[in-house]
RNA sequence: GCAGGGGUUGGGGAGUGGUUAAACCCGGCAGACUGUAAAUCUGUUGCCUAUGGCUUCGCAGGUUCGAAUCCUGCCCCCUGCACCA
């Protein structure tokens, strides 16, 4: 695979992607083709896409013709980073850690190319397979003795919680040696000798590099970490870069919108709500991220910029970033579902639609909430609306308060009495009957078939 | 351990006996405008079988016609001091 750029670190460079980077990295870069990593924390079981940044970081290494590994921490994930946290973590048992990390492992396999013909094909690899084997006493001695605690102390993800009352315990005091140690392996095994991550790691990346040039030599052996910066890139035995950690526009923590952070499974979220979460994507923030989460070439990210200028009316760019990350993260079928669900949904005729059809578009649709009812008692709308809780609509006194703003509609047609008794005329096809609050949400609701 | 301060509705933060479901700000949600955007404006933001009722102000009791507001005990947090080192 060719791009327009010459190698890789310009090309991410160009996409806004380095935050930080060890002197010389891109020269080598541009040089050599090496093997590099990127840390995955297994703490939930699906990826999210605040995950995209350093999933795309890793293909577009491998594009250039570098080798990616991804490394599931398993072994790290049992203990915990204290970066950007003011509390203790609840510690994850291993079966969760395990599980989480097969989830994970797999999503990463769809994004990287694993084929064996592959020059460069990628690796996942997971630390617990050696963490979990060093024995203590091997630790402190060879790795342990190449730490200084006085450094270790000064680390801003430290010094914050010594501050508070709660302190840090050991466990995550020792965070930063294990992620270390991660590196120094893989440089060991695979000649490994570069690493990514969040700028919120580029203190732990750094601590690795410092481990490898203090186990494997190099003349500024004594040198604090801090110096690194400083050191001329022949005195590295090995490199990394950081990514910026991405906001919105508005300094708002990206993906937080609609209900928290949309996940890359489409069991938790839909291929419809991810398309939305991107098509919703302000001006100013579409660029951006076409740049990082797709692998569109310049001149047509170039092309789009020039659009949003334009033609901002047309949300081309929010349409393009849409269906490439849909396509990359679901497939062509899962584009073509948020597509079809999208314009079911926004094209105002839903009474037109039968039942079946609602029910294959809206079924794993926006907030996904599928209810069956029973008619047979009696019910009003609230309650119907309201059922197992977890809706979108939580109570009825939120359905009044929505309804008395014209919030509400029910089939398309705007509802003013949240309390009246539902009939069977206000199915589909006698099934199924679509809740909208808002603009954007939708719930849907069907009978109960052997109460009909 | 001693002394002092404090725990209020998503966050911040008022309120120290009734007119307080609890000011104000932020955030959230919705409406208008628009482009399924931003900005702006407006409304709303405990629950319910709803011109009323119920449950909320760290927890448990108590005093009162009436408590977030007063008393008692407990839990947790902050600040000084002491102890430890």
């Known amino acids: 695979m060719s791009t327009e750029f010459d190698n890789v670190f310009e090309d991410l460079q160009w996409r806004n992607a380095?935050?930080?980077?060890?002197?010389?990295?891109?020269?080598?870069?541009?040089?050599?083709?090496?093997?590099?990593?990127?840390?995955?924390?297994?703490?939930?079981?699906?990826?999210?896409?605040?995950n995209m940044v350093p999933i795309m970081g890793l293909v577009r290494m491998q594009q250039h013709g570098h080798t990616p590994i991804a490394i599931v921490g398993g072994g790290t994930g049992m203990i915990g980073d204290p970066s950007g946290r003011s509390e203790e973590r609840?510690?994850?048992?291993?079966?969760?850690?395990?599980?989480?990390?097969?989830?994970?492992?797999?999503?990463?396999?769809?994004?990287?190319?694993?084929?064996?013909?592959?020059?460069?094909?990628?690796?996942?690899?997971?630390?617990a397979d050696w963490l979990s084997k060093v024995s203590l006493i091997e630790f402190l001695r060879d790795t342990g003795k190449h730490f200084s605690v006085n450094t270790m102390l000064s680390r801003e993800s430290v010094r914050s919680r010594m501050d508070r009352d709660t302190g840090i315990s050991f466990t995550e005091f020792s965070y930063q040696l294990l992620q270390a140690y991660d590196f120094l392996r893989l440089f060991e095994e695979r000649n490994c000798t570069f690493q990514m991550g969040g700028s919120d790691q580029w203190g732990n990346i750094?601590?690795?590099?410092?481990?490898?040039?203090?186990?494997?030599?190099?003349?500024?052996?004594?040198?604090?970490q801090?110096?690194?910066?400083?050191?001329?890139?022949?005195?590295?035995?090995?490199?990394?870069?950081?990514?910026?950690?991405?906001?919105?526009?508005?300094?708002?923590?990206?993906?937080?919108s609609i209900g928290g952070a949309p996940t890359l499974d489409p069991e938790q979220t839909s291929p419809y709500r991810l398309y939305q979460f991107f098509f919703n994507v302000t001006d100013p923030d579409a660029v951006p991220y076409l740049k990082l989460f797709t692998m569109l070439k310049r001149e047509q990210i170039e092309g789009l910029e020039e659009s949003v200028q334009t033609a901002p009316r047309e949300r081309e760019a929010q349409q393009t970033?849409?269906?490439?990350?849909?396509?990359?993260?679901?497939?062509?079928?899962?584009?073509?579902?948020a597509k079809r669900v999208t314009k079911a949904?926004?094209?105002?005729?839903?009474?037109?639609?039968?039942?079946?059809?609602?029910?294959?578009?809206?079924?794993?649709?926006?907030?996904?909430?599928?209810?069956?009812?029973?008619?047979?008692?009696?019910?009003t709308l609230a309650s119907a609306v309201t059922v197992?809780?977890?809706?979108?609509?939580?109570?009825?006194?939120?359905l009044r308060r929505l309804?008395?703003?014209?919030?509400?509609?029910?089939?398309?047609?705007?509802?003013?009495?949240?309390?009246?008794?539902?009939?069977?005329?206000?199915f589909i096809d006698r099934q199924v009957m679509v809740v909208q609050r808002g603009k954007k949400s939708h719930d849907l609701i069907w009978l109960e078939p052997d109460a009909r």
């Open 403 to 426: 309804v008395d703003q014209g919030a509400v509609k029910i089939n398309g047609q705007v509802e003013t009495d949240p309390l009246r008794q539902l009939t069977d005329e206000d």
């Open 18 to 50: 380095i935050a930080e980077a060890t002197p010389g990295a891109n020269e080598i870069l541009a040089r050599e083709k090496v093997t590099c990593y990127i840390g995955f924390d297994p703490t939930a079981q699906s990826l999210h896409i605040g």
């Open 388 to 398: 197992n809780g977890g809706g979108m609509i939580s109570s009825t006194s939120e």
């Open 345 to 379: 949904l926004f094209s105002n005729d839903l009474r037109t639609l039968s039942a079946r059809e609602l029910r294959g578009a809206l079924t794993e649709a926006s907030h996904g909430m599928v209810r069956p009812v029973d008619l047979s008692g009696g019910i």
């Open 321 to 337: 970033l849409a269906a490439e990350v849909t396509r990359m993260v679901h497939g062509d079928r899962g584009l073509e579902e």
């Open 90 to 127: 609840p510690l994850l048992t291993p079966d969760q850690i395990n599980e989480n990390v097969q989830g994970i492992q797999r999503q990463l396999e769809s994004f990287l190319d694993f084929s064996e013909e592959s020059s460069n094909r990628a690796v996942v690899v997971n630390n």
């Open 226 to 256: 801090q110096d690194l910066s400083r050191l001329e890139a022949a005195d590295l035995p090995a490199h990394a870069m950081a990514y910026p950690l991405i906001t919105t526009s508005t300094g708002e923590k990206f993906g937080k």
């Open 206 to 224: 750094l601590g690795g590099i410092d481990l490898i040039r203090r186990v494997h030599g190099g003349t500024a052996a004594s040198q604090d």
